[in-house]
């Protein structure tokens, strides 16, 4: 490529970069977004968060499922509710978990399909 060939090239590509930058979210809104992606990192919380797909749950009933203590079931229920990734409603004593909403459910089911392809 000539010089001249070169330049021309870079100021095209000046408009993609422009462009691209226009439409790129602030900082703060990626750094929430790679923060969001984190907690979806943990095999613990994908099982969690998979396992009601089709109900709500209460502590006792995720920590026989999963094979896990209520304490480690609590814990990580207190880091998906925190991302507003489930919610709870009490019934009594009872609290149930659920999804949040149709977005987390849309989320788990994209992840899977992708790894399963």
């Given at each position: 490529?000539?010089?001249?060939?070169?330049?021309?090239?870079?100021?095209?590509?000046?408009?993609?970069?422009?462009?691209?930058?226009?439409?790129?979210?602030?900082?703060?809104?990626?750094?929430?977004?790679?923060?969001?992606?984190?907690?979806?990192?943990?095999?613990?919380?994908?099982?969690?968060?998979?396992?009601?797909?089709?109900?709500?749950?209460?502590?006792?009933?995720?920590?026989?499922?999963?094979?896990?203590?209520?304490?480690?079931?609590?814990?990580?229920?207190?880091?998906?509710?925190?991302?507003?990734?489930?919610?709870?409603r009490r019934e009594g004593k009872s609290i149930f978990?659920?999804?949040?909403?149709?977005?987390?459910?849309?989320?788990?089911?994209?992840?899977?399909?992708?790894?399963?392809?």
């Amino acid at each position: 490529m000539s010089e001249k060939e070169e330049k021309e090239f870079l100021a095209a590509r000046d408009d993609v970069v422009k462009k691209v930058l226009e439409a790129q979210p602030d900082d703060e809104i990626l750094y929430d977004l790679a923060e969001l992606f984190k907690v979806f990192g943990d095999s613990t919380r994908i099982k969690i968060l998979y396992s009601m797909f089709e109900t709500e749950l209460c502590v006792n009933d995720i920590a026989r499922l999963l094979n896990l203590s209520q304490s480690s079931v609590s814990h990580q229920l207190r880091i998906l509710k925190s991302s507003k990734l489930v919610k709870f409603r009490r019934e009594g004593k009872s609290i149930f978990y659920s999804l949040d909403d149709e977005h987390v459910r849309a989320i788990i089911s994209m992840g899977m399909e992708h790894v399963e392809e």
